[in-house]
């Protein structure tokens, strides 16, 4: 089929609607003329259709009796709306625990971009302590996070600090996992938090049985979960999936480009189990 020497194609089918990822309404069964190749066809054709489908929408709203009070009556439906879901998230005050570990300044860094108001509780600088770790809580001061140095024993200074935040977040490493019984206390005597998240990376506790000695270090897991919920403390713990997530890219590096490659035993194995002892 031709039209004044040029051939005439059909946006018909599915195909050429995904290539081009064009809306599929006012396009099926539409010829145009293909006189410098087919892209460049499509993409004129389409944007001379949408330039007429927004003039003719222009002038249907203009005509309409009460077209433009509707649309103010939208806008400020949508304004209240926004206002409205503002009001009721509103922003939490929120203390963290291991803020300068790992995890940690990411969730206080997570913390302040969400505009919450964000308390780090830290250990007190002391001549061991790293220079990278007191640049990081300069670091925490200039984005406007409260530093309060103490130490878990502080029990009188965790209640009169947790009275004044929402929200509790422990990233505490392994060696003070066992240490967060004290912040619960603290928080059970303060009777104001909204929400505690205990240090809880990795597998879900309830649900595995281990092997020494690794099985001492999930009981003692165990016990802050069951402690919590003894306490009545609105609580969320959080299982990251330390398998897939940890080990396989932190000890085996499937991503990293390298030389050589280790193969362990004689190579002939259908699979390694790698059991780390520290």
Known sequence: MEKNGFPVAFIDSEPIQKLFRFPETKLHRQPFIKY?????????YIEREREREREREQ????????HKDRERERDRERQ????????????????????????G???????????????????????????SKIDLLHEFQAMG?????????EHEKLVRLIKQVDVVISVLAYPQVFEQLKIIDAIKVADNVKRFLPSDFGCEEDRVNPL????????KKRKI???????????????????????????????????NINVYGSGKANGILIIVFS
Request: aromatic residues 12%.
């Open 105 to 131: 300044k990411y969730m206080v860094k997570a913390s302040i971009f969400l505009g919450h108001p964000t308390y780090v509780y830290s250990r007190p600088p002391t001549a061991k302590t790293s220079p």
């Open 225 to 259: 979960r069951r402690a919590t919920e003894e306490a009545g403390i609105p609580y969320t713990f959080v299982s990251a999936n330390c398998f897939a997530s940890y080990f396989v890219n932190y000890l085996l590096n499937p991503h990293e480009i390298r030389d």
């Open 80 to 103: 209240r709306e926004r206002a409205e879901m503002e009001s009721s998230e509103g922003k939490c005050k929120i203390l963290i625990f291991g803020g300068s570990g790992y995890l």
């Open 36 to 44: 410098k190749g087919l892209e460049e066809s499509l993409y004129i």
């Open 145 to 153: 996070v409260s530093i309060i140095h103490g130490e878990l024993e």
């Open 212 to 219: 020494p000695p690794f099985q001492q270090f999930l009981e």
């Open 59 to 66: 002038i249907r709203g203009d005509q309409c009796p009460g």
